[in-house]
Nanobody
Framework: QVQLVESGGGSVQAGGSLRLSCTGP????????ISWYRQAAGKQRELVSS???????SYADSVKGRFTILKDVVRETVYLEMNSLKPEDTAMYYC???????????WGQGTQVTVSS
C-alpha cells in the first residue's frame, strides 16, 4: 500500500488561503490518482478534487475557481491550494490514492481546516 501523509491544515479567516499537501512515496511509480475529500462535522465525506495519474483534474462545483490541485512528481506530493476560503469549507480534509497498479486504495490520516467568519 501507499502511505499517505497530509499536512498544511490550520485556522484562517474567511477570504484567506491555505495549501494542503499529500505526500506518498511511491504513488507515482504505481500510477495512482490522488483525490482530496473533506468531511465536516455531522456530514458525509465528500469529494473535493482529483488528479489522475495522467494529470487530468476535476473539482466539486462548490470549490471550482477557488481551489487548485497540483502534482509534484519529483516530491511525490499533491497539493490542494485553497483560496477565498469560506466558513463552509471547514472540515477534516483527507487525501486518497486510487486506481493504483497492484494495490488497493489508501487514505491518509486527515488534516483539519477551520475557516472563521
Amino acid at each position: 500500500q501507499v502511505q499517505l501523509v497530509e499536512s498544511g491544515g490550520g485556522s484562517v479567516q474567511a477570504g484567506g488561503s491555505l495549501r494542503l499537501s499529500c505526500t506518498g512515496p511511491g504513488f507515482t511509480s504505481i500510477r495512482c490518482g490522488i483525490s482530496w475529500y473533506r468531511q465536516a462535522a455531522g456530514k458525509q465525506r465528500e469529494l473535493v478534487s482529483s488528479i489522475s495519474a495522467g494529470g487530468s483534474t476535476s473539482y466539486a462545483d462548490s470549490v471550482k475557481g477557488r481551489f487548485t490541485i497540483l502534482k509534484d512528481v519529483v516530491r511525490e506530493t499533491v497539493y490542494l491550494e485553497m483560496n477565498s476560503l469560506k466558513p463552509e469549507d471547514t472540515a477534516m480534509y483527507y487525501c486518497k490514492a486510487y486506481a493504483c497498479r497492484g494495490v488497493s486504495d489508501t487514505w491518509g490520516q486527515g488534516t483539519q481546516v477551520t475557516v472563521s467568519s
